[in-house]
């Protein structure tokens, strides 16, 4: 069983954070916020997986800058709390993965719900109270089904979909090699002076190289079920979305997703991804 973690009362006010640490919350909270919208999106397009695990990814980000705000003042202290409570939870989560004795859920809010009992598990009564008041309401995800079924096939964009027919390793090859093709057509039209196209074929490109980052990162991380690849790249798509304009210029086009991929993804990730972005140099502020 996880040890609880305990809260600490508050005797005296919290200390100045510095600009490492302040910055820290503010991307924790930020992407909180990202994908609690992204949930809501899959909720409105009726799918169920990824409105439960960007409900699910957006709790731990909250967790994140809750204890970033109240650990010690001191970053290292609390960088070692942060790991703490990182391992304690996904001790908590990954012992109830194991639900052939488990009810099932009727609807995909008892999934986060069930999710939420786990991780509020893990701090004692006073933490896990700060905790709640952190996550937002699920009603949203009450009129949709546990899982995706006949009722609700699953999108052929995902990119668990698209890796059915073949290995996850085999979809990686493909999204790098169609990135590859797309780069050689974006170089033949700059020539051509059809800038336009030319940046529509270099951003599809980078997200292709998004896609295949996102399937490997996942299987690093036992995902072979692509959930977490699927949630992020949801991230991605709802923030390209959004964008007011479509670049003309390719460069101009490449730092938008570029911005994208550093509002949706860790920093350390956004790190490894620079190189396969033509992002040379220090990409994460210190």
């Known amino acids: 069983m996880t040890?609880?973690?305990?809260?600490?009362?508050?005797?005296?006010?919290?200390?100045?954070?510095?600009?490492?640490?302040?910055?820290?919350?503010?991307?924790?909270?930020a992407k909180a916020a990202l994908y609690a919208r992204v949930s809501r999106t899959a909720a409105t397009e009726r799918d169920p997986r990824v409105a439960t695990g960007a409900a699910w990814i957006s709790d731990v980000l909250a967790v994140r800058a809750l204890v970033w705000e109240r650990a010690p003042g001191d970053d290292e202290e609390a960088g070692r709390r942060l790991s703490a409570v990182a391992t304690a939870v996904g001790a908590a989560v990954g012992a109830a993965t194991d639900t052939a004795s488990a009810v099932p859920a009727r609807d995909a809010r008892e999934v986060v719900v069930t999710a939420r009992r786990r991780l509020l598990g893990v701090f004692d009564g006073p933490a896990a109270a700060l905790v709640a008041e952190r996550l937002g309401e699920l009603e949203y995800l009450a009129e949709l089904p546990a899982v995706a079924g006949?009722?609700?096939?699953?999108?052929?964009?995902?990119l668990r979909w698209r890796s059915q027919n073949a290995t996850a390793e085999v979809l990686v090859s493909d999204l790098r090699r169609a990135a590859a093709d797309c780069r050689v057509i974006a170089d033949a039209l700059l020539a051509a002076a059809y800038r336009r196209d030319a940046a529509g074929q270099a951003c599809l490109a980078d997200l292709?190289?998004?896609?295949?980052?996102?399937?490997?990162?996942?299987?690093a991380a036992g995902d072979t079920d692509l959930l977490l690849a699927d949630v992020r790249r949801a991230a991605v798509v709802l923030l390209l979305s959004e964008a007011a304009d479509r670049?003309?210029?390719?460069?101009?086009?490449?730092?938008?997703?570029?911005?994208?991929?550093r509002a949706?993804?860790?920093?350390?990730?956004?790190?490894?991804?620079?190189?396969?972005?033509?992002?040379?140099?220090?990409?994460v502020p210190e």
């Open 3 to 29: 040890t609880p973690v305990q809260s600490e009362p508050e005797t005296t006010p919290t200390p100045m954070l510095g600009a490492r640490r302040s910055a820290a919350i503010a991307d924790a909270q």
């Open 264 to 283: 949706a993804l860790p920093p350390t990730e956004v790190e490894r991804l620079a190189p396969r972005l033509g992002r040379s140099g220090p990409v």
């Open 247 to 261: 670049p003309v210029d390719v460069a101009a086009a490449r730092a938008g997703v570029w911005a994208v991929v």
């Open 150 to 158: 006949r009722v609700l096939p699953e999108s052929p964009e995902s």
């Open 208 to 219: 292709f190289e998004i896609e295949a980052y996102l399937v490997e990162a996942s299987l």
